[in-house]
């Protein structure tokens, strides 16, 4: 999900030029854009916006809140780190690899899930994740794929010179895997769905076997939040009223269960099979105590070195701590003085409160 080196090179450009932008943040703000794309975890967005519920929660704080979709995520990401959009849902990894290798530091809002088994490596007429040997895999290059792929040649004792990679569009790996040359892809949900409904298709390993490290997120800059701390809550708000009624066992959760995956091209029984490869975190104590947890710095950590290691975290960087990334305790891994991104409990915790009042 995240660009090549090239497109990142263009967006670091972007984000200079755009360095103005930075400065309109600093000023009080009424109207706020968050942009996001169609992934499982995701859709509660679009849902919340259609419905009246983020124009809810905006009103209470005498805000606007525009909610942008993207059919490009790699697009979404671009705009953001250019100062066009004041939040965005991203990855852990993609926010550090583009937006903070660009300067712009970010706070993560919302930690919305992690991968179960959404994002998955799949061999064509294979079933041992040891075939993958000396075989081409497409998979959108840079992106969560890519670690996940990375993560499961470790688990083998493979490293990724033991295959080719080819870099490959989410939008076409779907019909490339129906082509007789392609016989291994990485990639995720809704396309691993689709691609697992053929019958030589076999999910060999998948995000279930490393829980936690690729997580979804709302984010904001923080510069905005810190002299909008409204628009924080208004985001918390409105996804944690959204989970309250997409997680229940009721008519206006299955509608909006439904609605969510028609959305996102798919049916019901669809979007549910998703859901439960997606370990969402439906309240705001469940997201807290993921933030607050041990193994996040750990995460941490081995996502930056996959990031240092493929040379995104910018030409000069001389180790995968040379952007910071502070925890909930105060803790920081790299760089205190280059923090890129900030996971607090703050409007989370926000959140919480106001559902017991």
């Not at 800059?221 to 309250?244: C, H, Q, R, S, V």
């Amino acid at each position: 999900m995240l660009p090549t080196k090239k497109l990142i090179s263009l967006c670091l450009s972007a984000a200079l030029l755009f360095g103005a932008a930075d400065a309109a943040f600093a000023a009080p703000k009424k109207e706020f854009k968050l942009a996001w794309s169609i992934y499982v975890g995701w859709m509660p967005w679009q849902w919340a916006d259609e419905t009246g519920i983020v124009k809810k929660w905006a009103d209470k704080y005498g805000i606007k809140i525009d909610v942008v979709q993207f059919n490009d995520y790699v697009e979404s990401i671009n705009q953001y780190t250019a100062g066009a959009f004041d939040a965005l849902t991203v990855t852990n990894m993609d926010t550090v690899a583009v937006p903070a290798v660009g300067g712009v530091d970010s706070t993560a809002v919302i930690i919305g899930d992690f991968s179960n088994g959404n994002d998955a490596v799949i061999l064509k007429d294979k079933t041992s994740l040891k075939d993958v040997k000396g075989q081409k895999i497409n998979l959108v290059q840079f992106s969560v794929s890519h670690y996940l792929l990375a993560r499961a040649l470790d688990s083998i004792g493979l490293k990724e010179r033991d295959v080719t990679v080819v870099n490959t569009s989410d939008a076409d790996i779907a019909a490339a895997f129906a082509t007789p040359d392609v016989t291994a892809v990485t990639t995720w949900n809704p396309i691993v769905s689709e691609i697992l409904k053929r019958k030589d298709a076999h999910n060999v390993f998948n995000s279930s076997q490393i829980p936690g490290e690729i997580m979804d997120l709302a984010i904001a800059n923080t510069k905005t939040l810190e002299d909008n701390p409204d628009f924080g809550k208004a985001l918390a708000g409105i996804w944690y009223e959204t989970m309250a009624i997409m997680s229940a066992n009721t008519p206006a959760g299955e509608a909006a269960r439904e609605a969510m995956g028609k959305a996102s091209g798919t049916d019901l029984a669809g979007f549910e099979s998703q859901l439960k490869t997606t370990r969402m975190f439906f309240t705001p104590g469940d997201a807290m105590a993921f933030a607050k947890g041990a193994a996040l710095p750990k995460t941490t950590k081995l996502v930056n070195e996959f990031l240092f290691e493929h040379g995104l975290l910018g030409d000069n960087a001389k180790s995968a701590e040379v952007i910071g990334v502070k925890f909930p305790d105060g803790s920081v891994f790299g760089d205190p003085n280059k923090i890129g991104l900030r996971f607090v409990t703050t409007y989370m915790d926000s959140a919480a409160a106001a559902a017991k009042n």
